[in-house]
């Protein structure tokens, strides 16, 4: 069975950074497009950064210049990197993967960013 799971979630302190991982299992094919959102209680989902064919990546404009995503597609596994949090950027983050042309999700991994 085909699983999306995210690790590296956590609490940080605002200007702190964390790194997310997120990894498709169970699958011999790779995933041409990975990404990261988030969604907040009361919120809609939203895109933080996804990366797609060819390296082609796109951003949220309210995490440009802070987040980088990168991808190892040898091993089916996307990362987000995360500077200078934000107390706003405290949300749930969900992975999703783009897989023979199925959208599967992760379960969510929660970052909160608190003083």
């Known amino acids: 069975q085909v699983q ?13 950074s964390l790194r997310l991982s997120c990894e498709v299992r169970g699958s011999i094919y790779s995933a041409n497009t990975m990404g990261w ?4 209680p009361g919120k809609e989902r939203e895109l933080v ?10 951003y949220g404009d309210s995490v440009l210049g802070r987040f980088t995503i990168s991808k190892d597609n040898a091993k089916n596994v996307v990362y987000l990197q995360m500077n200078n949090l934000k107390l706003e950027d405290t949300s749930v983050y969900y992975c999703k993967a783009i897989l023979r042309g199925h959208e599967l999700w992760g379960q969510g ?3 909160t960013v608190s003083s």
């Open 4 to 16: 999306v799971v995210e690790s590296g979630g956590g609490s940080v302190q605002p200007g702190g």
């Open 37 to 40: 959102y988030r969604q907040s």
């Open 49 to 58: 950064a996804i990366r797609g064919v060819g390296s082609n990546t796109r």
């Open 109 to 111: 991994t929660q970052v």
